[in-house]
C-alpha cells in the first residue's frame, strides 16, 4: 500500500518550535535519546511530520532518512495528523473475515480519504489496526475510545453520526 502525503498543511506554532527546540539542545549529545526527542516531540505537534523529522535530524545532528526508519519502524509514531475523531477498523484475522475490510473500504469512500488520512477540515482521520483483542465482537470498529463490535457496513451513517458536532 502506498503512502500518501497528508492533505492538511504543517501548521506548528513559534510556541511549539521553542519547546522541541530546547528539548532538542537538552539530548543533543546522546544520540542514544533520538527516540525520547521523536517521542516529545509528538506529544508537542500530534504526530511527527516532515518539518519536524528535519527539526530532530538537523537538532540531534542524525541523518534524516534515520529519524524517518525510526518513525516508520514503529507504530507508536504517526506521519500524519489524527482527526479530532479517530477511526480505527481491525483487520485482523477473525474481523476480516467477518467484513471488515468491506467497512474499511465504504469508510474510505463515505470519508474521502485513505489509510491513515486525516480530512481536510480536521474531523476525522481513519487507520486500520490489527488484532484489537476482540474477536468475539467481529467486526470491530473502533472511534477513539468507542468500541463498535458486530459492525456492518449499513451501520456506519449511524456511527459517524454520532460525532456530528
Do not use: H, W
Not at 514503529?74 to 475490510?101: D, E, H, I, M
Amino acid at each position: 500500500m502506498k503512502k500518501k502525503i497528508s492533505k492538511i498543511p504543517f501548521s506548528g506554532t513559534k510556541e511549539q518550535e521553542a519547546e522541541l527546540q530546547a528539548f532538542i539542545a537538552e539530548n543533543k549529545n546522546d544520540k542514544s535519546n533520538l527516540m525520547v526527542v521523536m517521542q516529545k516531540a509528538q506529544d508537542i505537534y500530534g504526530y511527527l511530520p516532515f518539518e519536524v523529522q528535519k527539526m530532530i535530524a538537523d537538532g540531534m545532528e542524525v541523518p534524516l532518512e534515520k529519524v524517518y526508519g525510526v518513525a516508520t519502524f514503529y507504530a507508536q509514531f504517526a506521519l500524519s495528523p489524527k482527526g479530532k475523531y479517530n477511526v480505527s477498523v481491525c483487520l485482523g484475522t477473525a474481523c476480516y473475515v467477518k467484513g471488515s475490510g468491506e467497512i474499511f473500504e465504504k469508510l474510505q469512500e463515505k470519508l474521502g480519504i485513505g489509510p491513515d488520512e486525516c480530512t481536510a477540515d480536521g474531523k476525522y482521520s481513519l487507520t486500520a489496526s490489527r488484532c484489537v483483542g476482540a474477536c468475539g465482537l467481529a467486526p470491530v470498529m473502533i472511534v477513539n475510545d468507542d468500541v463498535y463490535g458486530r459492525m456492518t457496513v449499513d451501520q456506519i451513517d449511524k456511527v459517524l453520526a454520532k460525532y456530528q458536532d
